[in-house]
Every structure is written in structure tokens, then in C-alpha cells.
């Protein structure tokens, strides 16, 4: 695939995103670019003189200006977590990270597809949107993508059962107020209740699927691993890699991606993620999904908690 993908900060997140890339056949070229300027050398270098085992790619790094002709900018940049920290204490500093950025990556890559994925994500897209002067359609945040893969993974382990058979999502903000709508989660055209039925009457040895211990498995998945190993980047790796394929594709897919709400389950003015039809042509919109009362009510909270911590930040 001929495709340039530029990534914006090379820590362990953009770094790991760039190895991962290095290592697919989504890029022929990619740029690395990070204000640490020994750093982003030794990343490159290290991933360059792995590819060997490949067909021929470029890694580079980067000033912004190389970021010209990109089909896609990924933009990782910011501090990273600390343990016990929660996501929105990083705001107001990475912000200000991204408002020095913007102006500089746009005008060198006005046509690019962008994929926002420093933390708190649906605030760093939101801001970016506010900002950039870009079209919303090519602006792209990460979003639950992460979570729904999580939520997929835990869906497996309980019920014995292949991911890619789960249609289950995690919507909503990618922190905390996040939640899964049960009233659309499905294995394979049935529904996830009635799978456990059909599973046990077909002798399998299976539990109930435990909804409230998943939802705190989603929750707590971020912060156990950077209590235990300083950082996530692998997963978030791949899952950016997948959206990256998503865009690069020749037609739309549906994908729990983080953009600005137009009044959607009567939400506005915030981006989060729900079910969204993007593709090679960015963000086509949002695809409405069968909600109960409840789930739309959890929606509208995990809005409200991003629009309450945008009324205290500088833009």
C-alpha cells in the first residue's frame, strides 16, 4: 500500500505505533517527529534496522514541514500518565502541548486524515477540531476503540468464544464515565443473553457474563497496567494501526471512534465516541444505535463530565 503516515511524538505510545506500522503493510512511508530530537533518532534507527525482513519502507525523522503529502497524521504528543493519575488531570498540560503543534502540522499537511490520540483523548479532539480549522471529517480521535477491544477480550475469556464473533461496544467518554450499551451487544447476530442460553443448552461450560465486573475491567485495564509496567502502548499500537487500515481502505467501516457530537441522543458541542461510519474519507457520521433509556442517560453523564472539565480549560 502506498500511504505516508506521519506520527507526531515518538515516547513509547507514537514509538510503538511506528514500529507497528513498520511491520504492516499499511505505510510505505513513515515520519517520526518529536521535539526530542536524539530520541526520535535512536527510535528510527532501531525501527529502520528491522525492516529488513520486509519489502522496502521509509522511517524518517522529521520536522513538520516533512510532513507534507501524509494521508494521515497521528498525533500522540504529551505527558503520559502517572500511576493513580486519571486522564483528565493531564488536560490543561497537554493542551497547551497541542495548541503549539497544531498550527505547525496543519499548514505543512492541510489534506491529511487526522488520528488524535493523546490523552484525554476526547478532549485533545475536541480542541484540535476547535483549533486546527480543518473540515470535522478529517478529524479522528482515538476514542473507545481501545476499550472495545478490551471489552471484547474480556467477553471471550468469559464465554469461551472468538473476538471477532463479539459485537459489543464501549461508548462514551475513554475514561471513567465510559459504559458498555448491553442492549447492543451481540455474538454473531444473537444476542449476548441469548448466547449464554444457547451455549448451555448445547452443554458448554459457561457462566453468565458478568456486565458489571466487564465494565470495571474496561475501567481499571489502562490503570493496572501502568501500575505494573509504568505505561500502555502495545494495545493502543494496534488498535491505531487498525484504525489506520480503516482509513486507508477502499470503502467505510464502523468503528466506536471519539468526534464532535451534532445532537446526537441530544448531545452537542463535545466529542466522544458511538458508533461512527468512517473511511478513506474520514468521519461520515454517526450511526445510531438501539439504546434503552438507561444507556442514553449514561451516554448524555459521560458528556456532561467531558463538557465540565472543557469549561475549566484554556483554548
Known sequence: ????????????????????????????????????????AGEVMDISQGTCFRDPISIQAGEYEDAKGSDIVIITSGIARKPGQTRIELTQTNVNILKSITPEIVKAAPDALYVIVS???DIMTYVFTKISG??????????????????RCGISEQYKIAQKNIHAYVFGEHGDTSFVPWTGAYISG????????????????????????????????GGMV???????????????????NILLASSDSIATVSSMMH??????????????????????GKVPMRMNKHEIEKLQASANALKAVIAHIEL
Do not use: W
Open 1 to 40: 500500500m502506498s500511504s505516508k503516515i506521519t506520527i507526531i511524538g515518538a515516547g513509547s505510545v507514537g514509538a510503538t505505533i511506528a514500529y507497528t506500522l513498520s511491520h504492516e503493510d499499511i505505510a510505505s512511508e513513515i515520519v517520526l517527529i518529536d521535539i526530542n530530537k536524539k530520541k526520535v
Open 119 to 121: 490523552n484525554p483523548v
Open 134 to 151: 480543518l473540515p470535522e471529517s478529517q478529524i479522528i480521535g482515538s476514542g473507545t476503540i481501545l476499550d472495545t477491544a478490551r471489552l
Open 190 to 221: 444473537v444476542s449476548v443473553d441469548e448466547y449464554y442460553e444457547l451455549a448451555k443448552s448445547k452443554g458448554l461450560d459457561i457462566e453468565p457474563l458478568d456486565k458489571e465486573g466487564l465494565e470495571e475491567y474496561v475501567h481499571k485495564s
Open 226 to 244: 501502568i501500575a505494573n509496567k509504568g505505561a500502555t502502548f502495545y494495545a493502543v499500537a494496534t488498535a491505531v494501526c487498525k484504525l489506520c
Open 263 to 284: 445532537g446526537e441522543y441530544g448531545i452537542e458541542d463535545v466529542c466522544l465516541s458511538t458508533l461512527t461510519m468512517v473511511g478513506p474519507n474520514g468521519i461520515q
